[in-house]
């Protein structure tokens, strides 16, 4: 099973990134995919989500508005468009899937936020 993030990076005060992972090894299509990120001395903490089917999605309040999760089941991937991104968005960003009792977590990008 892996779950390999890209698209981080050093960006300015109101730019954009996209985040990719890229799942293999598993069912991809019957998971439930999310977005994390962890920022210094901080706990991990759910950005986002979507349905396996990608029906359904959910954000936490301080990205609602910017920033917008998808997935491309024939790709095996989700991703993370994060638009007009905060100083406050810096952080590591983490996939994760889960179906049942199954949980496997990505290894991390750095986002950054800073002019």
């Known amino acids: 099973v892996r779950l390999v993030e890209s698209g981080g990076g050093l960006v300015q005060p109101g730019g954009s990134l996209r985040l990719a992972c890229a799942a293999s090894?598993?069912?991809?299509?019957?998971?439930?995919m999310s977005w994390y990120r962890q920022a210094p001395g901080k706990e991990r903490a759910l950005v986002a989500s979507i349905t396996s089917d990608g029906g359904s999605t959910n954000y936490a309040d301080s990205v609602k508005g910017r920033f917008t999760i998808s997935r491309d089941n024939a790709k095996n991937t989700v991703y993370l468009q994060m638009n007009n991104l905060k100083p406050e968005d810096t952080a590591v960003y983490f996939c994760?899937?889960?179906?049942?009792?199954?949980?496997?977590w990505g290894q991390g990008t750095q986002v950054t936020v800073s002019s």
């Open positions: 090894g598993f069912t991809f299509s019957s998971y439930v």
């Open positions: 994760k899937a889960r179906w049942s009792n199954r949980l496997y």
